[in-house]
T-cell receptor, first 118, second 112 residues
């Protein structure tokens, strides 16, 4: 049981390049999330998917797109990377459903992807 | 606006003492509250969750919730150097599956 996995671990991009960050979970969770973490800013939600087939914007969605490929996988795409997108990106999942119980909202995090945009 | 506030620290505590971490949140309808620990260069890991007013104990950790005051805290008893980390308070503001709102974290240093 690997939990939440993310690839790649590290990536260096040049401004304007595109890339996709991959995330997968093997816990049969309904909801998946993408966060970015910057020094002094804490964790900020980029996009989330409350169930397979749905995605919604979080606090900082500009410059990103997401795909919930199936129940296990949730990818984050940067179409044209900018230096402001240099950050650590975390994927998380939770059992949560829209009408779920509070105890289902615990989120479990992947190891993160460190992205540097030059 | 959804807000979760924490003192960024650093909070320095002698080994063996009690570390007290505090968090306030903006939305009275919040139902779920979480404490995560994050070591430098690592991902957040869940320490405690609490849903009802009062105290919840798990080993050396005690979470305290006061919904009337919109306040949640984490106590760490018999603090160890391995407890040195950043502690993130997270709140499911508004309920549902739209994610947690995180505070910016408190950096805790346990002095040997």
């Amino acid at each position: 049981n690997a939990g939440v996995t993310q690839t790649p671990k590290f990536q260096v991009l040049k401004t304007g390049q595109s890339m996709t960050l991959q995330c997968a979970q093997d816990m049969n969770h309904n909801s998946m999330y993408w966060y970015r973490q910057d020094p002094g800013m804490g964790l900020r939600l980029i996009y989330y998917s409350a169930s397979e087939g749905t995605t919604d914007k979080g606090e900082v969605p500009n410059g990103y797109n997401v795909s919930r490929l199936n129940k296990r996988e949730f990818s984050l795409r940067l179409e044209s990377a900018a230096p402001s997108q240099t950050s650590v990106y975390f994927c998380a999942s939770s059992p949560s459903t829209l009408a779920g119980r509070a105890s289902q909202e615990t989120q479990y995090f992947g190891p993160g992807t460190r992205l540097l945009v030059l | 606006q959804k807000e979760v506030e924490q003192n960024s620290g650093p909070l320095s505590v002698p080994e063996g003492a009690i570390a007290s971490l505090n968090c306030t949140y903006s939305d009275r309808v919040s139902q779920s509250f979480f404490w995560y620990r994050q070591y430098s260069g690592k991902s957040p890991e869940l320490i405690m969750s609490i849903y009802s007013n009062g105290d919840k104990e798990d080993g050396r950790f005690t979470a305290q919730l006061n919904k009337a005051s919109q306040y949640v805290s984490l106590l760490i008893r018999d603090s160890q150097p391995s407890d040195s980390a950043t502690y993130l308070c997270a709140v499911n503001i508004g309920g549902g599956a739209d994610g947690l709102t995180f505070g910016k974290g408190t950096h805790l240093i346990i002095q040997p």
